[in-house]
């Protein structure tokens, strides 16, 4: 029995000693079952290839071979090989001798990428949506053929499609929108469900949340269009106050700046029919500029009532509406 109960100790103590493979008996430290010490002779896993590597029986997660045909280590996850080290690793501190056609990154697989920044996803190239910079293109996004470049761009984006928005902010709250094209820091920001809608110009059509058919170009051009239609805005600040006003143009800076309301007006010109607000079927055109003081004269295509407003270095403007001529204007002026 003695005999017995000292064979059982021994093996007990086998099972739960260490082991230390070095030249100077020094013992394994704690935390390690197996110490290997060397200052001229390294580690040497098993050395397989690719095929014999995957050919191995339920691999141990942690077990670590040698792929020849990889020229590099593999460790054993739980549900996949995965690779440690290889004579091309992509360096974090830059690389040299990288060949154009063959070193690149990505994916040789039909597989989305997504590039991170703190952990928080800055650009995603997908089949077909794009998306480059913080918080751009919601990940949740379902709507196809949609470009996103710069911070919260289609930040909202549910469904809409075919949207390309380029500046921060851009097409920030569109949730089902399409057909819209946004360029310019928060340019068509506030537009939810609105469609073919044109902004180009920082803060252009910056409040339109159900209008279509829009094109404004120039900064805050259309800013506070909201469910206005069909409008069109080329300058600085033209159609800067239209909220619901439809079939309105206005080309030159500050041009139907005040409209609100008014309806298919057409001002071509640097601030005609700046201060019309819901007058309907206006048409105003710039004839002359002058550097003194003088008046501008305006004739209502409706009534022919006439008005003047002094301004100093103001351009004369003109409103022809059907059969009004230019020389009928200037008779009256």
């Not at 082991?19 to 580690?43: C, E, H, R, W, Y």
């Not at 919601?138 to 761009?153: D, F, H, K, R």
């Not at 057909?179 to 073919?196: D, F, H, K, P, V």
């Not at 094109?215 to 800013?223: E, M």
Request: with cysteine; proline share 2%.
């Amino acid at each position: 029995m003695f005999i017995i109960l000292w064979v059982l100790l021994i093996t007990s103590q086998l099972v739960k000693s260490q082991v230390a493979i070095n030249t100077d008996n020094s013992q394994p430290d704690n935390s390690a079952m197996l110490d290997v010490k060397s200052t001229d002779k390294g580690f040497l896993p098993p050395r397989m290839t690719t095929a014999q590597r995957n050919a191995i029986a339920s691999p141990a997660t942690g077990l670590v071979v040698f792929d020849t045909d990889f020229n590099s280590l593999f460790t054993r996850t739980s549900a996949a090989w995965e690779q440690l080290g290889t004579a091309s690793t992509w360096g974090l501190t830059g690389n040299s001798g990288t060949n154009a056609t063959t070193n690149f990154i990505g994916t040789t697989d039909n597989q989305d990428v997504i590039i991170k920044r703190n952990n928080e996803r800055a650009g995603y190239l997908g089949i077909y949506n794009t998306s480059f910079g913080i918080s751009a293109l919601n990940p949740l996004n379902t709507g196809l053929y949609n470009t996103a470049i710069g911070g919260g761009s289609l930040l909202y984006n549910t469904s809409g499609y075919n949207n390309m928005a380029a500046g921060n902010g851009s097409l920030l709250f569109n949730t089902t929108g399409y057909n819209n094209t946004a360029i310019g820091e928060s340019s068509l920001r506030s537009n939810t469900t609105g469609y073919q809608n044109t902004a180009n110009g920082t803060h252009a059509l910056y409040s339109n949340t159900t209008g279509f058919n829009n094109t404004a170009i120039g900064n805050h051009s259309l800013y506070s269009n909201t469910t206005g239609r069909d409008n069109m805005a080329c300058g600085k600040e033209a159609l800067a106050n239209n909220t619901t006003g439809y079939l309105n143009t206005a080309n030159g800076y500050q041009s139907l700046y005040s409209n609100i309301t008014g309806n298919a007006n057409i001002a071509n010109g640097y601030q005609t029919l700046f201060s019309n607000t819901t007058g309907n079927d206006n048409i105003a055109r710039v004839i002359n500029h002058f550097t003194t003081t003088r008046q501008e004269i305006i004739i209502l295509p409706t009534d022919l009532n006439l008005f003047t407003i002094t301004q100093q270095d103001f351009p004369i403007l003109l409103l022809e509406n059907h059969g009004i001529t230019m020389q009928d204007a200037e008779y009256f002026y």
